[in-house]
DNA sequence: CTGAAAGCGCTTACAG
DNA sequence: CTGAAAGCGCTTACAG
């Protein structure tokens, strides 16, 4: 047998036709001569080892390229250092950021992420969380598309813990949501700092809980500077079709009847806004200052002029959703309930500046 | 222990403090009377059974909604049903409908999949790939942003299968990517089929594999239907800047100097152009007709007027990729090699309608 | 048709 | 400091 690894050995790199199976903890105590219980040690830095041993052990499994089946960990450990993280942003827009953050939260754990990505449905969502639940992930993290829609509390599985982000979720679950009200004030108020008293408000769909924070934030800011709304919220679509209309009724009118700033729910409903005023021969910032929601480059970059907008900071997000998981795998006690992650304003020229 | 699993049974679901652990297939074949190896051949309807102990095997696992230990499983097999998917397109935008393609064509077999979103760098490649390889995926998939930059293969792991899809790979490797070539040369057919004479090509950097292949496609075309290019393609970056400053030097000319059409290299750079006709005062498609290549959908038809381009078939492109994986986890033999997948022509209203 | 036993690749008390 | 043994939850020859 350890001839036979002698031989094989020779090989190993140079073609894989045949390829040698992968070493195992067994391979690597035999050729250091010691036991599987005494190389396992060794390979873990646990239990007191000669460092003679240690050394030799450690070399072995240096040359074999050995590396531990986290299968058979997993087993003896009953843990598999494996999330599960469901979505049904299938576009990517906000689930891969988000991803980005979890995974930085645990790449220091060595834990990895099975990602599904469907369109929410009982059926296959059933489906979904059987097949993470099968698999023992440590944990799932559920993600959505808006804050106030979620996973049906009765399809979660048992048994470990759930953190949701931007999703809806029962009371007392472990939640994280950007702060659409917060960042909605923020970009108000900065447009009220660029010198601006009357500032519309476009947006999607009332319907949605985003839309309706993202107004009352609007309203918040103006009435803490003495300002009024500049007429109601003017809920539509998510679209730059939505954007490049109300334009229209808005600034097809006598200048002084016009608003001088409009804070649009979403960056698409900012980039056909400023789209419609171009070709109405107005200037963006001059005639109208504009500011957007959600920091989506290539519409936030690509707009004319480069556009003011609030940054949802997913990957911080995601961050603190991995960090909470670890908390909850670890079995520290923490106290569930939402947090909001704040949003950043990035300034750009559609606003002008600040005198 | 057979009394306190009756004990514990009575609060499965009503409460999940001191939640019972996961039933084993000990739990199941205690219950049902049989040993552990009966168990596991009624669950998987393999070997001899009884109908008999099979239902009433069946019936316990049922109740206890028993799921077998797929980590177990893995160490029995040899094989984790699972997969990993490398990607450096942090974005989202080929990714998640790709991996859409890949889930699907994998679905029946139960296999998960991890995913890594980073950006490309020796370190990170090699810790990522080393994090796959020690959890034993069946198979590795490689994704990248561009066809003709790739993992260098010294990276690569040994002894599974690895797929690549839309990025650069060694002679010999499975290899799936988009038909930039066949997809420009079917936009600039549609042009010429539509009347148009005077086809322009804007595209992003001729240092890009997928630009000069476009503009092949756009070359050929023309020659077939014995057109002459109407200048050099004109490359710039894959920006809508690019695509707003070239409609410029394009248009600000006497109409009889004019392109009347353009092909674009992908929909921003058609976004940009289409933008600056409009403010140039020219109509789409009248005075020119413009194609795309993407059918990213927030630029395709938030495009005044919506724009004619090439789908991708992202998610085709996973299919055929997860397949062939399934095939080669599977031992089948099949030829290496790049297999191209047609895109599709999404007709609307920029380019007009062909006679 | 069914059960006892070995084994997948590890870890970890338990003895020395 | 090191080794023999049991065990994580399954599957699968091997005997009956």
Redesign the interface.
Known sequence: MADRDEERDGRR?SR?TG?SP?PTIRTIAERAQVSIATASRALNDTGRIGEETRKRVRKVAQELSY??????R??VHRR?F?LG?LTN?????F???M??GV?EALADE?V???????EYGPDRLRANI???????VDGLVVTGKRIDKGVPAELLP??IPVVFVHSAAALGAHRFIGDDEGGAHAATSHLAACGRRRIAHVSGPATFLAARLRADGWRRALEERGLAPFGDALHGTW???HG?EVARHLFDRPRSERPDAVFCGND?IA??LI?SL??MGLDVPDDAAVAGFDNWD??AE?T?PPLTTIDPQLKTLGRAAGMRMLDLINGKRVDPGTVSIPGVLVKRRSCGLEP
């Open positions: 790199g894989d390829a992968r590396r531990p089946s986290s299968t058979a997993a087993l598999t494996t993280l942003d299938r576009y990517g827009r689930t891969l950021p991803l980005a995974s060595d990895s992420i099975f990602l599904c990505a469907e059987a097949a993470m639940d099968a698999r023992g048992q048994g679209t730059e079709a490049f698409q980039r056909g789209d171009a070709l290539v519409f690509a004319r």
